[in-house]
């Protein structure tokens, strides 16, 4: 999607990155509740704890992590792949245990 805003259509890239990685989180967020985790919790409150969850992980890996990494002498390629493992982990970890959790009746 990102190369087919920016390079086919030619809309900028801050555009065009934020659109892709909004439409990447949505899709995220829609697979991950129906087939990973299940859940048949209202989706208003899921989505006030994804949302946020999502920034973090924007602010800390994406920015911060990768262009750390690149700030520092690492090639952007291998800053991305280092960073998008740290995400991986941060995103299920946040899911698994925040935003699809099991909340038992009180």
Do not use: K
């Not at 920016?6 to 065009?16: E, M, Q, R």
């Not at 995220?28 to 704890?49: E, K, M, W």
Request: hydrophobic share 50%; charged share 10%.
């Amino acid at each position: 999607m990102l190369v087919t805003l920016h390079s086919a259509l030619h809309w900028p890239v801050p555009v065009s990155l934020t659109l892709a990685y909004s439409t990447a989180f949505a899709l995220s967020y829609t697979l991950n509740r129906a087939f990973n985790f299940r859940s048949h919790a209202p989706v208003g409150p899921q989505l006030t704890i994804y949302v946020p969850t999502v920034i973090a992980n924007f602010v800390i890996f994406i920015l911060g992590v990768g262009d750390g990494l690149t700030h520092v002498g690492v090639d952007y390629r291998l800053a991305r792949i280092i960073a998008g493992c740290g995400e991986a982990v941060f995103m299920y970890c946040a899911m698994r245990w925040w935003v699809f959790r099991e909340r038992r009746p009180t």
